[in-house]
């Protein structure tokens, strides 16, 4: 099994770069020129059911993050905007967290410009996370969601070397088409042992377009 070596706040940015394999980019080609993708089989879930929630605990914050809104538990901070809104794909980010450097992080990507499916992008982005950097487990199911026209739920685990040691992440993202024909992909990352402490299956439940 391989280990990610390069920390948590990079596997994050491995992450977010679930956009460039759901929007057909990558760093040396056009994004138009990706071949396409089939529609994945859905398996089974081993992963605990998504589903919209109407109201999130008083306690929490809602967070607008570009194309959708989120409710949040506190200490959650923003560290990533985009610099140009009518940019084809642009991330936001927020994390909270500093234990040893392993963090949790909320992100959102948006493609103006989609070439794929929602299940597509799930499932092109799981084989680029499976091949680079090392998940395992994944699960993909389609999403019935309210304000969108289509869209799956991804979930997998990622070994992450974290200064001396290794520590088990999970991660699950939600791709969806919005009203405007953009495609976002929004995301939730954390160490195992922080993911349900923070409540952030609950966190992705509560997103929304914006």
Known sequence: MRIVRTGVALALLGALGLTACSSGASGTGSPGTAAPVADAVTTPAAQPTLAPV?????????????????????????????????ARTA???????????????????????????????????????????????GERTPLTWPGVADAAHLSYLQDVLVGSRTVEHRAEWVY??????????????????MFDELDLHEVLETWRPA
């Open 54 to 86: 109407a109201q999130a605990p008083e306690e929490w914050r809602t967070l607008p993050l570009g194309p959708v809104v989120l409710d949040v538990p506190g200490g959650f901070e923003m560290v990533q905007e985009p610099g140009d809104d009518d």
């Open 176 to 193: 969806a088409d919005l009203p405007d024909g953009s495609q976002v992909a929004v995301g939730v990352v954390a160490p195992v042992e």
């Open 91 to 137: 991330s936001w980010v927020v994390r909270r967290g500093d234990q040893d450097g392993a963090r949790a992080a909320i992100s959102v990507a948006r493609d103006t410009d989609p070439t794929r499916t929602p299940a597509q992008s799930a499932e092109a982005a799981l084989r680029s996370e499976e091949s680079q950097r090392g998940a395992h487990d």
